[in-house]
């Protein structure tokens, strides 16, 4: 176990402590706030600069970049909200511990996943450059296992938010 592998486990066990304070629902609502934040601030952020346009003199880039920012916080801390009152209710029947273990677990998994993004780019990145010594990474246990998490996670994941609209052959068949 070297360096590498320390700081590995710490920032794990630092997800699990975190995940097990806040519990599992507030950790999925949190996940789902950021989410659905950024989908409903690209999508329904036009309601907000038009209120914004009608009751401030902004120049149109300020407008734009604050309606999108309101929009998203909106939704985040609305969501956020309704986390945190099932939290309250999850206490209230008695599933307070299921809650906290399993938020620790997702906590984990949370920073795991993050980690391996970090992973995965830091080794696109360093592919072509001796900026790293391979050895450091070959010598850890921990390297390996985590490296393979955001690639196996990823394509599925993101199978799932392709649209139809986005492919390249729906959009080279299209007859007018």
Not at 4 to 30: K, N, P, Q, T
Not at 120 to 133: G, H, P, V, W, Y
């Amino acid at each position: 176990m070297n360096t590498l592998d320390l700081v590995i486990v710490i920032i794990l066990v630092i997800g699990f402590v975190r995940g097990a304070m806040r519990g599992l629902i507030v950790e999925l609502a949190s996940l789902i706030a950021l989410i659905a934040g950024i989908y409903g601030a690209i999508h329904f952020s036009n309601y907000a600069i038009e209120f914004l346009t009608e009751h401030v003199s902004w120049n149109e880039k300020y407008i734009e970049i604050a309606g999108f920012g309101v929009t998203f916080l909106i939704i985040v801390i609305l969501i956020l909200l309704i986390g945190k009152l099932l939290t309250k209710l999850a206490g209230l029947m008695a599933l307070g511990i299921i809650n906290r273990i399993l938020g620790g677990i997702f906590g984990f998994l949370k920073l795991a996943f993050i980690l391996s993004v970090v992973i995965m780019f830091a080794n696109n990145i360093t592919k072509n450059n001796d900026l790293l010594d391979e050895q450091y990474f070959e010598d850890s246990i921990l390297f390996e296992p985590l490296e393979k998490v955001a690639p196996l996670i990823l394509p599925p994941l993101l199978e799932q938010f392709e649209s139809p609209e986005n492919t390249e052959e729906e959009n080279t068949n299209v007859t007018t």
